[in-house]
């Protein structure tokens, strides 16, 4: 199997790469138009414009947005269908992960099951932010 | 007459269509271009604006022997040629050029002289979409469905009724790609691509090109073939990603792009005769059909079924047979459009009688990006 695709962080988007390799999901928003958490990374706020943003450790919690099985899997992700999914965060943002921990299937994947995130490690550079049933 | 009026005065498809191995993408765009130049009674030196997506219009400009005043490389994915329409309106009325033409010509099928389609791991998508294993359109264009038939209480049956009815219509057309009749559970039942879209919900992979010229309405009667003119057109986009589209049941590109096209053309929904709205997959007629306000939100599914926009029905809809079944090269737009000039001009194989308005609207990238076009073919 060749290696998995992986993201090769800019200077805009280091703090989120940083973040998961060290078990962290951070999220930024702006401390100018009232604080609202966005994704994905970028030094400025996407509502207002203004430049006043902070990077913050988001609660790792979520429900499942929306979801494809992809029947055709890519070289790199094995042989087996996997989830393609969207997570809604807790904090607000929306951002594509994959399920773990949970068959991935349509009865096992309910849409807005709570979900919480997990760090699986990919290199020394590099974590992936998956998300995992959150439970009762 | 309204004044800047301005028309298609040219308009034709590759002279072969469906699996063409012998013909490059450039050689694809120049045969859709000959062609509209003929439909036309042109020559290349008489176009003095080049549009294209794909390739540049700078290498469209040279291989044709064109030294245009005015050059669009807009490329939005496959609505890119509806934007180009609008440009090229603006453009002619700004006087930046009086004949352009529009071309698209792309070997999906056979790969001939085409291009990768590679995403740098940089950039937004390569960070935040692909380590999760997206390959081809199938895996992200669908993404949002689920979240969209859970509100509205709908099933996989509500997008394999698409397919079926857009199929009626390929029947009539000698130049479809697949023409046999479907049920739903032959849609149902056909292979999975990505759960819930199977094979029959996804657009062909075909070979093919088109073009168009456009000029000046007041120029336009003295061509060869009736004019049809552009009555409104709008654009927007919204995300290049589709797991940050801001809502995951409706488009805000579709929605603003089509706002803007019917406030120009000064047109209400009942004034629409003929209807295009490209279909890469089967929940896009139903966020088409929602998004530009010709049904409620939730309720385009029910609209199909009920037969609306099937032969017969009040808003014919796809009527070549769409990108489920007539044909889809990558950037299906510019068929779209071929299909609203065919039928403005009465020229269109499942012809909708006196149809005087046709609304053509078009996506781009998964979500990205909207353009629509309305036409007539009486004068403004």
New interface residues.
Partial sequence: MPPRMLPEPTPETRHFWDGCRAGELRLQRCTDCGGEAYFPPRPFCPKCGGRKVEVFPASGRGVLWSYVINHRPRPDMGDQPYAIAVVKLAEGPTMMTNIVGCPQTPEALQLDMPLKVTFARQSDEISLPFFEPAGA | MKPKSVAVVGAAETTQMGKIPDVSVIGLHADAALNAMADAGLKPSDIDGVATAGISPVELAHYLGVTPTYADGTSVGGCSFMLHVRHAAAAINAGLANTILITHGESGRSRVGASGWAR???S?M??????????SP???F??????YL?TYGLTEEDLAWVAVIQREWAAKNPRASFKDPITVDDVLNS???????RMLMCCLVTDGGGALILTSADRARDFPKRPVYVLGTGESVETP?V???AD?TSSKAFRVSGQKAFAEAGIGHADVDHLMIYDAFAHLPLYGLEDLGFCQPGEAAAFIRARHTAPGGRLPLNTNGGGLSYMHSGMYGMYALQESVRQMRGLAPAQVDGAKISVCHGVGGMFAASGTIVFSNEAP
């Fill in positions: 740098s791991p940089s937004l390569g960070q935040f979409e692909m380590p999760y294993g997206v390959t199938p895996t992200m669908t993404v949002p469905v689920l979240r859970k292979a999975m691509i990505a759960w819930p879209f990603m797991s940050q589209m995951f």
